[in-house]
């Protein structure tokens, strides 16, 4: 619909029997909330947004309001969509759905909405000749009500036959509707987790992967919420079975080659993609605060459990907060990519992409190439030999990352200072929530909520 007026859009979408708009934002929980309007109301709304309270950037996912100047009860913003955005919702085809940037009551984009610092980050790349190709790899959980309570539903081994055969009778649907809003998975597999499935999708723009990241787990909760099962992407929804992550997969291109390739490398990688590398690890700490960004987080990044504890890269080293995969013979050239394992769905997805693109693009200014990678895991290693080879551990709590974010100046200039002490602020009460709650407690709250 690029390049219609708006009535042309109304018209189009009153043609196609949709009678209702959704505007929709992602809060720093990285829960969507919006609104919805009639479409015989939309009146000028395409173009100027909808009222939403200042309130509601400084709110949590239990709806306290932290307290942050300019953020209360008192004035409005805007909630204004990308008209690029738009797609109907599968299971109610007569809704369509808006993704939103915040702007002020003049139309400027708000700074600390992390949709906006994703568009202004992506800008700076284009300046100098790179475009960008980003996913999700995500991981998610499926339960079953049994006798009041829920349980992993289907329980099998990873990969196992068994545990495909039980989804072949949803699964074409499932990516029917998938599809529908514009993604289009590529694999799917059963995980090592007990009820657990992943569905990576194929790269796209890092605006519209972001935008992806929301109505895929919007569309698959939805779609087995209708068959009587419950998905969760929750990082850690079972103390007793492995972890769900959601990792972000990356690649750079110019010119319609990708510039992170080089075969003659032990890795595979350019100079580029090194200095990328290095600006990830550089920033890793403060990164972690958004692409990890939950008490229940903290519960996954254990070392030993495939969740990418400590912060270093290695060649396929499942057990390194970043991963150089493997390439594709025959395709190695555009199968070259880099991965953040250290990643779940928690996270506001714009708010993690744009941190890294912020962190890799430090790398590539400053030429910050990173240390020899790991090809061990390691936690196998004794602490002196972690020590020699400056493997550092991740932060190990909410709390850590937060310090780190704090004073890290480039996300900072990224995403603003009342965003970053908005987040830490929002992030700050979810922590003293959690703090008197049992692990079970912590784990089953995430599960519900994400």
Excluded at 254 to 278: A, W
Excluded at 409 to 432: C, L, N, P, R, W
Aim: with cysteine; glycine share 6%.
């Amino acid at each position: 619909m690029l390049g219609e007026n708006t009535k042309n859009i109304i018209d189009h979408l009153d043609e196609q029997g949709i009678e209702l708009l959704e505007f929709i934002y992602v809060d720093y929980t990285g829960i969507p909330r919006g609104k919805t309007i009639f479409l015989s109301e939309i009146g000028n709304h395409l173009s100027s947004g909808m009222g939403i309270t200042k309130a509601m950037p400084a709110s949590t996912m239990r709806d306290e309001i932290v307290s942050i100047e300019g953020m209360n009860a008192v004035g409005e913003y805007r909630l204004v969509p990308d008209l690029r955005s738009l797609q109907i919702l599968p299971y109610a085809p007569t809704v369509a759905t808006m993704m939103c940037d915040y702007r002020d009551q003049d139309g400027c984009k708000m700074e600390f909405d992390p949709r906006v610092s994703l568009q202004a980050v992506v800008a700076e790349y284009k300046k100098l000749g790179f475009e960008i190709k980003m996913t999700y790899e995500n991981e998610f959980t499926l339960y079953q009500k049994t006798d009041n309570s829920l349980e992993p539903y289907n329980p099998k081994i990873c990969f196992a036959a068994e545990a495909m055969d039980n989804t072949y009778h949803f699964l074409p649907k499932l990516i029917k509707n998938l599809r529908k809003v514009g993604i289009d998975p590529v694999e799917y597999y059963p995980e090592a987790g007990a009820g657990q499935h992943e569905l990576p999708i194929a790269p796209t723009d890092p605006l519209t992967a972001g935008d992806n990241e929301i109505r895929l787990k919007r569309v698959i909760k939805k779609f087995f919420a209708d068959n009587e099962l419950y998905a969760t992407f929750a990082p850690k929804p079972n103390l007793k079975s492995a972890s769900n992550g959601a990792h972000i997969h990356m690649s750079l291109w110019k010119d319609g080659t990708n510039v992170l390739y080089n075969r003659d490398d032990q890795l595979e990688l350019s100079q580029i993609g090194y200095y990328f590398v290095g600006g990830l690890l550089q920033h890793i700490d403060a990164l972690l605060a958004l692409t990890c960004p939950t008490v229940n987080s903290y519960q996954r990044l254990q070392p030993g459990h495939w969740s990418s504890a400590y912060a270093t890269f290695g060649k396929d080293n499942r057990e390194a907060a970043i991963r150089i995969p493997s390439t594709f013979r025959g395709d190695r050239t555009n199968s070259m990519n880099i991965e953040l394992k250290a990643s779940d769905a928690t996270a506001n997805p714009y708010l993690a992409l744009a941190g890294i693109l912020s962190a890799g693009l430090e790398g590539l200014k400053n030429k910050k190439a990173p240390l020899t990678p790991v090809d061990v895991a390691p936690e196998t290693l004794t602490e002196d030999m972690r020590r020699e080879k400056k493997i550092n551990r991740l932060p190990q709590s909410l709390g850590d990352a937060l310090a780190a974010l704090k004073k890290d100046s480039v996300m900072i200039k990224t995403f603003s200072k009342i965003g970053i002490e908005t987040y830490i602020k929002v992030k700050q009460a979810d922590i003293a929530y959690f703090e008197n709650k049992t692990a079970e407690e912590i784990a089953a709250e995430h599960r519900d909520i994400y």
